[in-house]
């Protein structure tokens, strides 16, 4: 059986997607629409911003009206990590008002939630600018929604870290906790996993490093490490494997960390806690519908 192109994946998912957000708004029963509208009344909806944003989810929004009514016309105005300022315009429709409005939500909804993502990004590259850091989303993200909150996260200009489970192995402090000791987990690991996969171990104390280098760590998590702490092990690692810092980091601890020299930063905040942007939908009406 030959796979399906991660093109083609990707928009079967944006689809699939969109039929079950409207699903959830019933929004083929959209009984307010039905009650003051005529059925063949068109029309023509700018979606924009009222701040500025970093554009991302477009091509999901744009499958929610789609998804509504597939003789909608759509037509993007901001690609992906495009910054658009207040005023702007990010996305249009046209055609039938009734399906406009019953899917407005559902795509608001969206574009919303994933331009929140992409600008609080964006921001946090601001914050270490003039460093060589990178800053890592993590997989603190809604169970359905990680493909598009991580592409948002990189969006805004955040390197792609694990996507899932699968992706590298990452011993963390429960993992530890069953095997004896980090050191031990990392030893295990290098036995036991394929050999393609860098092994990645999460320690609490910087007395902790050497044994876990000498294991054959190739990436160690400095988890809730002061930036003093991090700046230490930086110094001590002299790099020998990568570094890593993460646990506690806010938008105002930034700077701090990325000024240790730690090769990586991940934040969780990006994805779990980025606030909607302030989006809204204008309708025009017109005399004819406007059909493909």
Not at 100 to 116: P, V
Not at 142 to 157: F, I, M, T
């Amino acid at each position: 059986m030959n796979p399906v192109p991660a093109a083609a994946s990707r928009s079967l998912f944006l689809a699939d997607l969109a039929r079950h957000a409207l699903l959830e708004d019933r929004a083929g029963y959209d009984v307010t629409t039905m009650a003051v509208l005529q059925p063949d009344l068109a029309g023509s909806a700018c979606i924009r911003t009222r701040e500025p944003v970093v554009s991302s989810g477009v091509d999901m929004a744009m499958e929610v009206f789609l998804a509504a009514d597939s003789h909608l016309q759509v037509h993007a105005e901001a690609g992906e990590g495009t910054r658009v300022a207040a005023g702007e315009t990010i996305l249009m429709v046209e055609g039938s008002s009734a399906s406009i409005l019953s899917a407005e939500r559902t795509a608001l909804n969206f574009l919303q939630h994933l331009c929140g993502i992409a600008t609080l990004a964006r921001q946090a590259m601001q914050a270490v600018a003039g460093s060589p850091v990178q800053l890592l989303a993590t997989r603190k993200t809604l169970p359905g929604l990680r493909n598009l909150q991580r592409r948002a996260a990189e969006a805004g200009g955040f390197a792609p870290h694990r996507t899932s489970l699968a992706d590298g192995i990452l011993i963390k402090d429960n993992h530890i906790a069953l095997c004896g000791s980090a050191a031990q987990a990392v030893t295990r690991a290098r036995s036991q996993a394929p050999s393609h996969l860098l092994i990645e171990v999460e320690i609490e104390a910087p007395d902790q490093l050497e044994a876990v280098i000498t294991a054959g760590a190739q990436i160690v998590l400095l988890d809730n490490f002061t930036p003093e702490q991090v700046a230490q092990v930086v110094t001590a690692t002299r790099q020998r494997v990568l570094l890593e810092a993460s646990g506690g980091i806010t938008m105002e601890t930034l700077p701090l960390y990325a000024a240790t020299g730690v090769d990586r930063i991940s934040v969780g905040f990006v994805t779990h806690s980025a606030p909607a942007v302030d989006l809204f939908m204008d309708l025009t009406p017109a005399k004819t519908r406007h059909d493909a």
